[in-house]
């Protein structure tokens, strides 16, 4: 079992930055595909940034690249989403979601994964 523990987010204006934190317990983040997945009131979940399991292989939104990061730290088992230039459209409640499948570069379908963060809110003002 996995569990996941995501901290970070917060209130912050357009074009400011937050760091997002996934912390995993239960496997070690080698085993595992990590993804990042945010959820706007009356929106779909959607993808937002994947990594495959040895952080080579990285996904982006085209809504968010050249503007977010997926990175980890093995060392403390936590994976970490750097999101710059933050957009009024950005606002959403943040999850980070774990499979321990490693069958492909990542995964970017919510069905995809098995294990999910409680969530954080991520507001941004204009």
């Known amino acids: 079992q996995v569990q996941l523990v995501e901290s970070g987010g917060g209130l912050v204006q357009a074009g400011g930055s937050l760091r997002l934190s996934c912390a995993a317990s239960g496997r070690t983040l080698s085993l595992l595909t990590v993804g990042w997945f945010r959820q706007a009131p009356g929106k779909e979940r959607e993808c937002v940034a994947a990594s495959g399991w040895n952080g080579v292989s990285t996904y982006y939104a085209d809504s968010v690249k050249g503007r977010f990061t997926i990175s980890r730290d093995g060392a403390k088992n936590t994976v970490y989403l750097q999101m710059n230039s933050l957009k009024p459209e950005d606002t959403a409640v943040y999850y980070c979601?774990?499979?321990?499948?490693?069958?492909?570069?990542?995964?970017?379908?919510?069905?995809?994964?098995?294990?999910w963060g409680q969530g954080t809110q991520v507001t941004v003002s204009s």
């Open positions: 979601a774990a499979v321990s499948r490693l069958l492909r570069a990542y995964y970017t379908k919510t069905y995809e994964y098995d294990y």
